[in-house]
């Protein structure tokens, strides 16, 4: 009995070995991909500016070049994962994103620098897209909120290293500063490159047709997802403004709130994903949209540091812990046809680059016209009290629905 108990002991061993290095290998890409390319580039543009690599509004330029490749990403990643196995388009993007770091150490001209700042945020909209979907089918259902937000936690560590190890680089100078997260990135490239799973999960038996409310479930999770975004857009544009000029502290008092931000970061994806793994993906999305809508307006009620706190932390949690529990919700409403899901999680992952965008412009012609910090605030949280009422909603009419 013992003989024929111990090989299936091993097997499950070796398998659950096999998906912790899947995670790992997706925790990798989230900080390559979104971590680092995306955020480490913040505190370097008035390094840029002031090396004289870059006038100030050409670097400004160069980081919309980075959203644009993101939306870009974000659209190919679909396509490209239907012409290649995922963990070869996986493998291939984490190189770009890496080759990226490298090719921004040499300002060679503007242009350069454009096309490889938009390759690296080509590279973490492709990651994005493919990796949480190619890890979490092979993990066991009641496990998976928090797997997902292991892995999206790779994308507040990221936003850490933004305020801490960027800095240190920069002692050795802004080229050494660029080789170094190249360094960094190669190292997480190489950590991951045997750990994508090379067998997708086929598709189980079901129905041949969905029923209507779960259509509609998806496309209204398309735009509570967006509006999301929009809403956590004046905390990550104007916050450290805000308190720097609009209250008079000052940028260091402004870049400790940011801190802040980074540290609920941090820790935000494993505390949603935890909690969705007790309740349910669809409550804690609604609860995730009521927190949020709270803390997003704080800011403009003028509550005193204490509430700033408060604020910075939960929408800093919320920026990167709103991920696992949208692409949960997918997985969730999508349980029976896990090759949509994939299409889904595009679809969603565009929806919130697109909006996200729009917000940060709109919002900047807001601020422009009526120099309101806490006007910005209040639009924030209204986007996500619409979000929460849409879900309400189409919960109801998914209730009523025979």
């Given amino acids: 009995m013992d003989k024929k108990v111990a090989p299936r002991q091993q097997q499950h061993d070796i398998s659950a070995r096999r998906t912790q290095w899947a995670i790992l290998s997706a925790f990798c890409a989230s900080l390559v991909g979104i971590g680092l390319a995306r955020f480490a580039y913040t505190p370097l543009l008035p390094v840029i500016v002031n090396a004289h690599w870059f006038g100030a509004s050409a670097a400004a330029y160069l ?161 509570e997802y967006a509006l999301n975004a929009a809403g956590l857009v004046p905390h990550m544009i104007f916050l450290v403004d805000f308190i720097a000029r609009g ?72 920026t990167p812990g709103i991920v696992p529990l949208v692409l949960g919700r997918v997985h969730e409403l999508l349980a029976h046809h896990p090759n949509e899901q994939r299409a889904a999680w595009s679809t969603a992952t565009v929806s919130f680059a697109v909006l996200q965008a729009g917000a940060a412009y709109g919002l900047s012609f807001v601020f422009a016209r009526s120099g309101s910090y806490q006007l910005l605030f209040v639009i924030g949280s209204a986007a996500l009290l619409l979000a929460l009422t849409i879900d309400l909603v189409t919960g109801l009419a998914a209730r009523d629905e025979p």
């Fill in 247 to 318: 209250l008079g502290q000052g940028l260091a008092t402004g870049a400790e709130y940011w801190v802040l931000f980074g540290l609920g970061a941090a820790v935000g994806p494993l505390v949603s994903g935890h909690l969705a793994d007790r309740t349910g993906f669809g409550p804690a999305l609604r609860f995730a949209y009521l927190v949020q809508a709270g803390a997003v307006i704080l800011p403009a009620l003028g509550l005193g540091p204490l509430s700033l706190v408060v604020s910075s932390l939960v929408v800093g949690a919320f």
């Fill in 63 to 223: 980081g919309a070049a980075n959203l644009a490749g993101y939306l870009a990403g974000a659209l190919l990643g679909r396509p490209l994962a239907a012409r290649m196995p995922a963990a070869t388009a996986l493998r291939f993007m984490m190189g770009l994103a890496t080759a990226a770091f490298f090719a921004c150490a040499y300002p060679v001209s503007f242009l350069w620098f454009f096309v490889w700042r938009f390759i690296a945020g080509l590279s973490g909209g492709v990651l994005m897209v493919l990796a949480a979907p190619s890890v979490l089918p092979h993990v066991a259902a009641a496990r998976r909120g928090l797997a997902g937000g292991l892995i999206f936690v790779g994308v507040g560590v990221g936003i850490v290293a933004s305020g801490t190890l960027v800095p240190l680089l920069l002692h050795q100078g802004l080229t050494a500063t660029w080789l170094g997260l190249g360094i960094l990135s190669l190292a997480l490239t190489l950590i991951a490159w045997g750990g994508w799973p090379q067998d997708p999960i086929q598709a189980a038996s079901a129905p041949a047709h969905r029923r209507p409310h779960r259509a509609a479930t998806l496309r209204a999770l398309y735009i």
